[in-house]
Each structure stands twice: as structure tokens, then as C-alpha cells.
């Protein structure tokens, strides 16, 4: 059962235009733009958002960036729901203690609503299984292209803002001029986030798809093996996985990260078993087939995520 959340205001949608045609979507369909499934245990699972099927060139497009972002390949993608924030330490700690696991450090940077750190990737999986169970629908890491689909929210620009990373301050909790300061050494962007460390989620804007910090906070778990290229990478927004899977990506940059890891396609590789106090994750959630019939009979065979919500006009 959705539980809808009546938290998108006029203002709100039409602060971007790619947020107007999502709450035209919803609005056309009768669809909720944010929902909230119940858990079995009580209570309700993380906040998730809808992203719009469509297409995208995923990596490496300007040619400067490193090889493990090239080539830059054409993706498309089905209609997925994604959590709105990073997942929280009272969300985590919720699961282990369901499951009678340890709970992860925080590092005295408190729990709550703070992001979750110290978790491998083996932990991360543990609560997307832990969530379907809870649920009954289908939670999951998300894969690389769903991530970078959805960080970059239709923009074609180094940052989801543009391309000044001056501006990062404003949009994400990055290595800013004062972190830089406190940890001697660390390189930086020049301005003033007013987080030293990792901030509570939710605190800088929400990127045009309604999902914030995906950019900064923290480094974010994905589902996929680490390939050196995207030679290997499926077109149709699939993990790539496969049996001598020695790392596993995370994406986005965090509160440590200068300019050259905030990019949308930013790549970092860890062993299943790293714990980083940089280094958390989200959630998505597959959309079932009723709803993904909801959304249109072209779901997945591309366009931009403009065009799919042509069909409803
Ligand atoms: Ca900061
Ligand atoms: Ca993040």
C-alpha cells in the first residue's frame, strides 16, 4: 500500500521545468510524485520520489574526464522511484535492530537524521533486502546509470546547477572553505557550506528530479561492480555485476570532496567490506507492472524525460 504525501506545493512545482512535467505527470495520472510504503514491523519506509523514464548519456561527455568514464554510452531507462534523502542513521538503526545486528559507528557526528556511515556494501544490501521483506515490493542499491540519471535530472552540464563549482556551496555539503581549513592538506572549493562534516540530510535544495544530496553529504553505495570502462555496461540501465566482483562503486562525493568528485560522473571503487565515515548510501524501488502501465506504454524505450509525459497532454 502507497501512502501518499501531499508535500509538493505550486511553488514547488514549478521552481524547475523539469518539476513541472513530473507534477504534470502525476497530476495527468493520478500518480503521487513522493510516496512512503508501510512496513509490516509499523510504520513507514524512506520517502521516495519518482524519476521519469528517458535516456541519457551516461560518463564521460566533454572528453576531459579519466577513462573509467568512457566512453560515454547512450542509456535508457524504465520509470524507478528513489529515496529522497540518503538513507538516515534512524532508518538504519531501525533495521539492525529488527535484525539484531550491530549498529554501525556514527563517529560523534550523531544519529538521527544524519546520514548513515560506517556501513559496507554487504550492510547496504542487507537493508534493501531487509525493505522488500518489510514491504513487499522491490527495494534495491541503485544501479550507476539510475544514480547518474538522476543526478544529473536533465541537465547537461558538469553540476546538475550548471557549470560554476563556486556555486556547490549552495547545492551540496562539499570539502568547502572551512572544512578545507580545519583539515589541513585537503584540496577545496572556495566557498562556505557551513557543514565541516556530514549535515543532517535535506539541508541544501532539492536537484530538478525532488532529490537532494545526491551530490555531496556523502559518497553513496551503488549496486554495480567496478569496470575500469563502460564498454560492459548494459543499455538499459541494468547493474553490471558478474561473479569476481572484487569492488563495487559509490557514488557522488561527500563532505571531504573538491570540485573533481562533485561531477555527475564522478566515479569511486571500494572493497564489499570498506567502512568510510564518508561513504553511505540511498535507496531505490522498481516500480511494479500496474504502475509502470500507469505511466505509459513507452516506459523505458527512451526520449528524453520530457517526452514520455507528452503522452498524457
Ligand atoms: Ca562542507
Ligand atoms: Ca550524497
Known amino acids: 500500500m502507497i501512502t501518499k504525501f501531499a508535500y509538493w506545493t505550486r511553488q514547488s512545482c514549478f521552481a524547475f521545468l523539469s ?3 513530473l507534477c504534470s505527470m502525476a497530476q495527468a495520472q493520478g500518480l503521487t510524485q513522493s510516496f512512503s510504503d508501510n512496513l509490516k514491523g509499523g510504520g513507514n519506509g524512506p520517502e521516495m520520489v519518482m ?4 535516456s541519457f548519456t551516461m560518463g564521460d561527455r566533454n572528453g576531459n574526464g579519466p577513462d573509467d568514464e568512457k566512453p ?3 542509456v535508457n531507462l524504465k520509470s524507478y522511484a528513489m529515496s ?3 538513507v538516515t542513521f534512524a532508518e538504519f538503526d531501525r533495521f539492525v535492530a529488527a535484525v539484531s545486528k550491530r549498529p554501525p559507528s556514527d563517529d560523534n557526528f550523531g544519529r538521527g537524521n544524519m546520514p548513515v556511515i560506517n556501513i559496507t556494501w554487504e550492510d547496504a544490501s542487507g537493508y534493501v533486502h531487509w525493505l522488500s521483506q518489510q514491504t513487499g515490493h522491490t527495494y534495491r542499491l541503485p544501479t550507476e546509470a539510475q544514480w547518474e540519471f538522476a543526478a544529473r535530472a536533465g541537465s547537461d552540464s558538469t553540476y546538475f546547477w550548471g557549470t560554476d563549482v563556486n556555486q556547490a556551496c549552495f547545492y551540496a555539503n562539499v570539502a568547502d572553505a572551512t572544512a578545507g581549513t580545519s583539515h589541513n592538506g585537503w584540496l577545496q572549493v572556495s566557498c562556505e557550506d557551513g557543514y565541516s562534516g556530514p549535515a543532517p540530510v535535506g539541508q541544501f535544495p532539492s536537484n530538478p528530479f525532488g532529490v537532494h544530496d545526491l551530490i555531496g553529504n556523502v559518497y553513496e553505495w551503488v549496486q554495480d561492480c567496478y569496470s575500469d570502462n563502460y564498454e560492459v555496461l548494459p543499455e538499459d540501465g541494468r547493474a553490471h555485476e558478474n561473479s569476481y566482483c572484487r569492488k563495487r562503486v559509490a557514488r557522488g562525493g561527500g563532505w571531504t570532496s573538491p570540485a573533481w ?3 555527475a560522473s564522478h566515479r569511486q571503487a571500494f572493497p564489499e567490506n570498506e567502512r568510510r565515515q ?6 531505490v524501488r522498481e516500480l511494479n507492472a500496474q504502475e509502470l502501465s500507469q505511466l505509459g506504454q513507452n516506459n523505458g524505450r527512451g526520449g528524453n524525460p520530457q517526452d514520455q509525459l507528452a503522452l498524457y497532454k
Do not use: D, M, Q, Y
Request: aromatic residues 10%.
Open 19 to 21: 518539476s513541472v512535467c
Open 84 to 86: 529522497r534523502f540518503e
Open 261 to 263: 568528485h562533485l561531477r
Open 51 to 54: 524519476i521519469p523514464a528517458g
Open 72 to 74: 560515454a554510452k547512450r
Open 278 to 283: 564518508t561513504l553511505g548510501f540511498r535507496v
